[in-house]
Structures are given as structure tokens and as C-alpha cells.
């Protein structure tokens, strides 16, 4: 197996069962939920592992999101493992993630009632991470190659908090990760 896959199956052993913030999730359910709308969209692999990988960022280095309020929730995961990520896996899944945070600020900027529908911990990080955006963020957001993409990993991320749900597991995902290695 190749070592890029081994890392990734080893930071979610250790630290998959992390809880998901104040989430009623972990970490590893919240991936593997994500991973399974992608692929239920019939997304493309790079897409589907992206939807996967998006919040590697929270567990990627041992840290863990805050678990109250009180604290900034933003802890630009969305950057930490971005470099790795592009390395490994090329823009088509690293420019997704990278751009997931700045895609909830979009959607909430230009669909109003997409902030109602945001759990509270998305609500909370969602003005911690700099609210709604300006025209000129917009703008600089849909000048980004991957930025459709992200907007579709988005949903989905804020779809995968159910508790208890029946998912895939990781080895379910390993055929998808390996095709997507550079």
C-alpha cells in the first residue's frame, strides 16, 4: 500500500473517533458521510476523496477543534494540510478542500437562507471565519478553476453530521484515494 494511503488511514485511527467539535459526530463519521453523498452524486473520484479529506486539516496534526462556543472556531483547517494534499493528490482534490471554508461564506453571502440551515457549529465558525463576503470576495471566490466543486463539497459537508448513520467504511474509500495519487 502505498504511503500516502497508510498515513491517511493511520491519522483517522488515531484520531477519527476525535468528537467533531460540538458536533454529535466524530471526525471519522463526519468524513465517511461526506465521502458517501459524493459518491451517492456520482461525483467524480478526485471529487468524491476531496468530499472525503475535507476537514483532514482538524486532526491532521493532532490538534482538535475547540469544544464550545466561546472559542474562535476557526482554525483555517482548510490550509493545513493543503500543500500535502496538492502534492499527493493534485489541485482537483486539494483546491476544493482548500476552498470549502470560503464556499460557506459564498452560499450563505448569496443564498441568505443557507446560514438558517447551517448547524450551529457551522453557524458559529461561519462568522468566526469572516461572515458574509464581500462583492470583491465573491468575485476573487468565483475566479477560482475549482470553485463549483468546492460549492458541491460544501453541501455535503453540511449534510454529514447525522449520528448513527450507516456508512462505508474507510477501506471502502482506499480504491478511490489510490486512483487519485499523482
Given at each position: ?6 498515513k ?26 461526506s ?13 468524491v ?15 482538535e ?31 476544493p ?37 464581500s ?48
Amino acid at each position: 500500500m502505498h504511503a500516502v494511503i497508510e498515513k491517511i488511514q493511520r491519522i483517522f485511527h488515531e484520531r477519527g473517533a476525535n468528537q467533531y467539535g460540538t458536533e454529535a459526530v466524530t471526525q471519522l463519521e463526519h468524513a465517511l458521510q461526506s465521502g458517501e453523498l459524493a459518491e451517492a452524486s456520482s461525483a467524480p473520484q478526485s471529487l468524491v476523496i476531496a468530499s472525503m479529506l475535507h476537514d483532514i486539516g482538524h486532526i491532521f496534526h493532532g490538534s482538535e477543534l475547540p469544544g464550545n462556543y466561546e472559542d474562535n472556531l476557526d482554525d483555517k483547517h482548510e490550509f493545513v494540510a493543503n500543500a500535502w494534499l496538492k502534492e499527493h493528490f493534485g489541485p482537483e482534490v486539494a483546491d476544493p478542500i482548500r476552498l470549502h471554508v470560503a464556499a460557506k461564506r459564498y452560499l450563505c453571502t448569496r443564498q441568505p437562507s443557507y446560514e438558517d440551515a447551517l448547524s450551529p457549529t457551522s453557524r458559529k465558525s461561519y462568522h468566526d471565519q469572516g461572515g458574509p463576503m464581500s462583492p470583491e470576495e465573491m468575485t476573487s471566490f468565483e475566479s477560482e478553476p475549482h470553485y463549483r466543486e468546492a460549492l458541491e463539497l460544501r453541501r455535503w459537508d453540511d449534510l454529514a453530521k447525522e449520528t448513527e448513520k450507516e456508512t462505508p467504511s474507510l477501506q471502502h474509500f482506499l480504491p478511490a484515494l489510490e486512483s487519485c495519487l499523482n
